[in-house]
């Protein structure tokens, strides 16, 4: 069944399209698409081994010229040093204003793929195909992009909105149980500040084992992302909602230096932990953070803060965050399930929701 819905924004509007099996109708849909006659794909080396021999079968159609770049899988691909051999390789290319770039593999691809759609030449258009949960229902949709620098996650950046996103779920099929759960705590994070009944139809299915139906989820997801995304382009107010989880979460991935969780398993810890601290405080509803550690093992996700990570630590990384202003840091939190607000900190007080 194909969904979708379009993002509406004062300078852009573009479609967000969920449908099973679009990849193998891709090359059609991209020549129909366009307007250039070039266009570069940026992927990783884990998505490529899987699918590469299809995306290869499917840029033939487009009657483009086409060149693929893959990069190496994990947050390595979305390092800042890549993008020199990047921008070098499109400009061997010959990649010009007319043509485009196609992101094709998870969040990571996605976001340095925008980036360096934002940045070469001044700008060109770009398409999104997310291949993991975690793009899929999060970071394809929305224009954040951006690279890491090793002393913060996604510190460089900018807003830039792609031309189309294409979702085919038929994608996390070849997923691992990690990724799944990694994926799922996105979902959990915009249902838990903004969406009740998902949040509540997810935690039934995980009290009940009952199969989801990942397109619908994926769906609902992005509904109530664009309403925070259309009131809120540059994320100045309302959109930091979607930062839940992750003032704590980005800190954790930082200093996770035995690489055992991912991105959705951070801020599955930054959500609990944020949660359990405000409600202790009287910010947030009693029992909230009861209601969030239930969701998160019933998918398999950690709500505990790693042991061999320093309080003091996570602290000091959490001073980088982007929703710094001065001395003051705009967190994320719930009044109750369903409600997020942005309640602002002094730095000095961080320890305190820890």
Same mark, same amino acid.
């Given at each position: ?40 794909? %940026? ?74 759609? *934002?940045?070469? !030449? ?29 002393? *913060? ?31 799922? *705590?996105?979902? %959990? ?26 397109? /619908? ?55 609990? /932990? %944020? ?7 009287? !910010? ?11 969701? !998160? ?11 061999? %990570? ?21 967190? *994320? ?22």
């Amino acid at each position: 069944m194909k969904q979708e819905f379009t993002i509406n924004l004062n300078q852009r509007k573009y479609p967000v399209t969920i449908e099973d099996h679009s990849f193998e109708k891709l090359g059609e849909t991209l020549k129909g698409l366009l307007a250039g006659k070039r266009l570069a794909v %940026i992927t990783d080396r884990s998505v490529y081994d899987i699918y590469g021999k299809e995306l290869e079968e499917q840029l033939s159609k487009t009657e483009k010229k086409t060149m693929v770049i893959i990069l190496p899988p994990g947050k390595d691909a979305k390092a800042f040093h890549t993008l020199p051999e990047i921008y070098g390789k499109l400009i061997s290319f010959h990649l010009t204003r007319s043509d485009a770039l196609l992101a094709f593999g998870g969040g990571n691809i996605g976001d340095i793929t925008g980036f360096v759609a *934002a940045t070469y !030449l001044r700008g060109i258009d770009y398409y999104q195909l997310p291949t993991t949960v975690i793009a899929q229902v999060d970071s394809s949709i929305g224009g954040k992009v951006s690279v890491n620098l090793p002393e *913060a996650h996604n510190i460089v950046g900018c807003f830039y909105q792609p031309k189309q996103v294409f979702i085919d779920t038929t994608f996390i099929q070849s997923l691992s149980d990690f990724q799944l759960t990694n994926g799922m *705590a996105e979902v %959990i994070k915009i249902a838990a500040v903004k969406d009740e009944d998902l949040f509540f139809d997810l935690l039934k299915q995980s009290r009940n084992k009952e199969i989801r139906s990942i397109d /619908t989820i994926i769906y609902r997801s992005g509904l109530s992302k664009k309403l925070l995304i259309e009131e809120d382009e540059k994320a100045f107010s309302i959109r930091m909602l979607l930062s839940f989880g992750h003032t704590i979460g980005h800190a954790i991935r930082l200093l996770d230096t035995k690489n055992i969780y991912g991105h959705g398993h951070a801020v599955a810890m930054g959500m609990y /932990t %944020i949660t359990s601290n405000s409600e202790r405080m009287g !910010l947030t509803e009693p029992g909230t953070s009861e209601l969030l550690k239930e969701i !998160l093992i019933g998918n398999d996700l950690p709500y505990m803060l790693p042991d061999y %990570i320093s309080r003091e630590d996570i602290v000091s990384k959490m001073q980088n965050d982007k929703k710094r202003s001065g001395d003051t840091l705009h967190l *994320a939190l719930l009044k109750r399930i369903g409600k997020g607000y942005i309640h602002p900190v002094n730095i000095n007080d961080l320890e305190d929701f820890l």
